[in-house]
């Protein structure tokens, strides 16, 4: 059999093929959409192999290569689109025993591909006083190499953008699965076409980030007896040019009060939150912001006391997909979306159109130069079909829609093919068998994306097979 | 003579009187505008005042108050709308000697009145690896009281907006102009009613600014065959949100190379410059832009030795006033205008309407969360006539004009009288004693800005006065 000549070939590299643990490992936070829930539930790999070094990766794709088996990376699989899911089934490459820091200065951080974003934030702060300019809200768990393999921005983006704005990324290491991997050294234009790939481009083995300034940031809840009053101070203050924020995201009554236990005590159920992260120094423009748009600093963390601020989780857990997450706690059958507005009266029409089948949460971000709202908003989720409609009616209002119930890279972006990143899968994956299925273009070259229903990767797992 | 009886109560404060070198005391740069230069020429003090302390700023403020004198405050006189010339003569007090860094820490400086930018980022740069957010071209000379009274912006708006937006100026103290003056700690909204007035609402002794991380910054200048196409190139890194840039200019050709000898041989008569300032990491991407542009980094400053480096001004100093100061070197016949342009079809109208007439400089900065063109264009002069039609060009095509040929607040501004600063002044400086014929609001309530004539203070020196 081809998978034991491949195991063979690997020698003495960890591997794991107990069905449960593999299942385990095979997974990641696809079940917030009850679409890819439906798609996906019974996807499993065959094996799961985890190198310790680029030496190791090296290895394994030279002899998935030879033996023609999937290889599926994943860093602490908590990408919510199914990205590190192994549709063919074959190998999930486990990277997160790569997870050396390997150098640091003042302004970037090289690390290993499987380092959690938060130990490397710790490392960099106690030695240079410098942090990475943004993370996803799973910060505490997520790989750096995961996250730009397969995340977007998050806590940072207000001030630095997402991923994929040039200077975001300063280099990469991949290596390529081919008869004889490559090792290459990635820099410039060519990152863009092997970030934000969900690892079709080759196995990211380092990351090289840039950080920036530290600060002892204070978390901070504005409520607002208006959802559209506290949307409006989120933008002011997102386009205050010299209140140094780090998070600026807006969640409507009544999820805020539903869905943060830890911190309803500071509020009503009535209450529109604004959820803030901002510099110590920032702080008196802030309130004095927030007062003149009659809002109310229900809480800030520098006036707790430490014991009792142990309690809560920090705010950025509030945000992001972690809003979602806290609300299918409480109410598993919601769900969520993906959006953009590009300005305050296209949210203003949307919330007037979907009220609280839909109630907001907007994320304030710096998208090419511009102030955007980037919403997830929550989904009170009744039937595929209504989802539909409500991604319809946000596009035919002139609000973008990233879908988050696809697994591929073309229907939960831009809709488009990056031409870049295809003739570069061409090169670095030739025989296509890093995470087959997820690059529409590759496997699919002529699909009309168009069509109402979603693409449907042929050499998905069977659910007989599985 | 009430002179002095006020030099007599004033005791052991250093006085100068003597006539030239009061009248150098009593200018600043107001003779860049040939308007200005015919209007203000004559206009000299009757006394130079230096206190060297808060208590001796009370002292004569006590005694201006107690005899009726006129104080027009001074920094370095780097101002150049006649800011800190005393109009109805008087004293000029001058608090170039009130110069001490009071406090630092890695996010904040206290420093008096009278200290010059450029020192205070040696020190807080040496202490805590940190520097101030922005500055005015006159760096090197300019004093922090000066810059807030009677600033804007500059090298660093386009990451942090300007003077006027909230949380770039954490503190001021001012002393009032009372018959037993106050010592007025300013913070939170009261500090926009303060700054930016020119000094006539109270005398600033100590101003408290945020820090932001210092970095090792490249200059740049990348050279473009066409202006509009670098205009198009310095938009575009403008709204690159992770490009960490401190200044981006542009100088359309001839007057690059006509006006900036010391860099001229890197670069033909037809270029047109961006001026750049760029964080080290942030090079590698900005080289790619550029390139995608089309356009030729010509220098930057990491390649050039150090003894050769020394020839050459800073690019800051190509840039904000000092691209006037330099084209008024080598032709004493030009002037200027301040500008603003919403986007660039605006800059492209205007500069298809006017040409070599106005030949382009570009400012882009950050100004209420949006990237704009901030304009500060060479006006090839023939009249009085002809500037105020190029004035009227702009406001016909929807582009704000700050006027830099008006004296006062309100005309070279917004064009409306700020109630709040009106307020304050009552209160600060019942008498009106303070830099008198600056704010047209407190001298004549009535005035109705849309006439065509520029307002003019009843109580400017007569020229035969002077
Ligand atoms: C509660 C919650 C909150 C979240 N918040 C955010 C957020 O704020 N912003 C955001 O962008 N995302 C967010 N996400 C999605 C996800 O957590 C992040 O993108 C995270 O950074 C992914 O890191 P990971 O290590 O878990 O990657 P994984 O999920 O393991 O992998 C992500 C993708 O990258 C690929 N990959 C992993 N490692 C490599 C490698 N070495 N080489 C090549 N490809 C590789 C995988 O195949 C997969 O396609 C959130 C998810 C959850 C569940
Ligand atoms: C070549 C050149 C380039 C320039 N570039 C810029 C630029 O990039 N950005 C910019 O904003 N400006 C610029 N300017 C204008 C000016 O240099 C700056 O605003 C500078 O910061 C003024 O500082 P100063 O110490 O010279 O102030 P002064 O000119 O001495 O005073 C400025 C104003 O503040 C008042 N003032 C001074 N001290 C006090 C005090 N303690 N209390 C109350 N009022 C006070 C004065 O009365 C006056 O009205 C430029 C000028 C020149 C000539």
């Known amino acids: 059999m081809t998978l034991d000549a491949f195991r063979n070939d690997i020698g003495s590299i960890a591997v794991e093929d107990n069905p449960k643990l593999v299942q385990k490992k095979s997974r990641d936070f696809y079940w917030y959409s009850p679409v890819l829930k439906r798609q996906l539930d019974h996807v499993t790999a065959d094996l799961i192999v985890s190198p310790?070094?680029?030496?190791?990766?090296?290895?394994?794709?030279?002899?998935?290569?030879?033996?023609?088996?999937?290889?599926?990376?994943?860093?602490?699989?908590?990408?919510?689109?199914?990205?590190?899911?192994?549709?063919?089934?074959?190998?999930?490459?486990?990277?997160?025993?790569?997870?050396?820091?390997?150098?640091?200065?003042?302004?970037?951080?090289?690390?290993?591909?499987?380092?959690?974003?938060?130990?490397?934030?710790?490392q960099t702060r106690a030695a240079h006083g410098s942090e990475i300019r943004f993370f996803p809200s799973t910060y505490r768990t997520a790989t750096v190499g995961g996250f730009v393999a397969g995340g977007s921005g998050g806590v940072g983006s207000i001030r630095w953008g997402g991923l994929r704005a040039l200077g975001n990324i300063l280099g990469l290491t991949v290596v390529t699965c081919e008869a004889v991997p490559r090792v290459l050294k990635?820099?410039?234009?060519?990152?863009?076409?092997?970030?934000?790939?969900?690892?079709?481009?080759?196995?990211?083995?380092?990351?090289?980030?840039?950080?920036?300034?530290?600060?002892?940031?204070?978390?901070?809840?504005?409520?607002?007896?208006?959802?559209?009053?506290?949307?409006?101070?989120?933008?002011?203050?997102?386009?205050?040019?010299?209140?140094?924020?780090?998070?600026?995201?807006?969640?409507?009554?009544?999820?805020?009060?539903?869905?943060?236990?830890?911190?309803?005590?500071?509020?009503?159920?009535?209450t529109s939150l604004v959820v803030v992260i901002a510099a110590p120094h920032a702080m008196d423009a802030l309130a004095l912001l927030a007062a003149h748009h009659r809002g109310d600093l229900v809480y800030r963390s520098d006036t707790v006391p430490p014991e009792e601020k142990r309690q809560f989780p920090p705010v950025y857990e509030l945000c992001w997909n972690h809003?979602?997450?806290?609300?299918?706690?409480?109410?598993?059958?919601?769900?969520?979306?993906?959006?953009?507005?590009p300005d305050f009266e296209h949210v203003r029409r949307i919330h007037e159109m979907l009220g609280d089948?839909?109630?907001?949460?907007?994320?304030?971000?710096?998208?090419?130069?511009?102030?955007?709202?980037?919403?997830?908003?929550?989904?009170?989720?009744?039937s595929e079909e209504r989802l539909e409609e409500i991604i319809a009616i946000?596009?035919?209002?002139?609000?973008?829609?990233?879908?988050?119930?696809?697994?591929?890279?073309?229907?939960?972006?831009?809709?488009?093919?990056?031409?870049?990143?295809?003739?570069?899968?061409?090169?670095?994956?030739?025989?296509?068998?890093?995470?087959?299925?997820k690059m529409v273009a590759w496997e699919n070259p002529d699909y009309d994306f168009n069509q109402k229903r979603s693409w449907v990767f042929a050499g998905l797992q069977s659910m007989d097979a599985a």
């Open 394 to 437: 946000h596009e035919n209002n002139g609000c973008l829609v990233f879908n988050p119930h696809r697994y591929t890279l073309e229907e939960g972006g831009m809709k488009q093919t990056d031409a870049g990143q295809l003739a570069f899968k061409g090169e670095a994956d030739p025989k296509g068998l890093l995470n087959p299925g």
């Open 323 to 341: 809003t979602t997450m806290r609300g299918l706690k409480v109410d598993p059958s919601i769900t969520y979306l993906q959006t953009q507005y």
């Open 52 to 122: 310790k070094s680029e030496g190791e990766v090296v290895e394994v794709l030279a002899a998935a290569h030879r033996h023609g088996i999937a290889i599926t990376p994943r860093g602490a699989g908590t990408g919510n689109y199914g990205q590190a899911m192994p549709l063919a089934g074959g190998v999930v490459l486990n990277l997160a025993e790569m997870n050396r820091i390997i150098e640091t200065s003042p302004v970037h951080v090289k690390a290993e591909t499987g380092a959690i974003l938060e130990k490397i934030d710790q």
């Open 357 to 382: 089948e839909m109630p907001l949460h907007l994320e304030m971000i710096r998208f090419d130069g511009r102030i955007v709202f980037s919403g997830l908003p929550i989904v009170r989720f009744t």
């Open 186 to 270: 990635i820099e410039g234009a060519d990152i863009l076409k092997v970030a934000h790939a969900y690892g079709t481009n080759g196995i990211i083995t380092d990351v090289t980030l840039p950080l920036t300034a530290a600060y002892d940031w204070i978390d901070g809840l504005v409520g607002f007896p208006d959802v559209m009053a506290a949307t409006r101070f989120a933008e002011a203050l997102a386009r205050q040019d010299g209140i140094l924020t780090k998070e600026i995201a807006v969640v409507a009554a009544p999820v805020a009060h539903d869905y943060f236990p830890h911190y309803r005590r500071f509020f009503e159920r009535e």
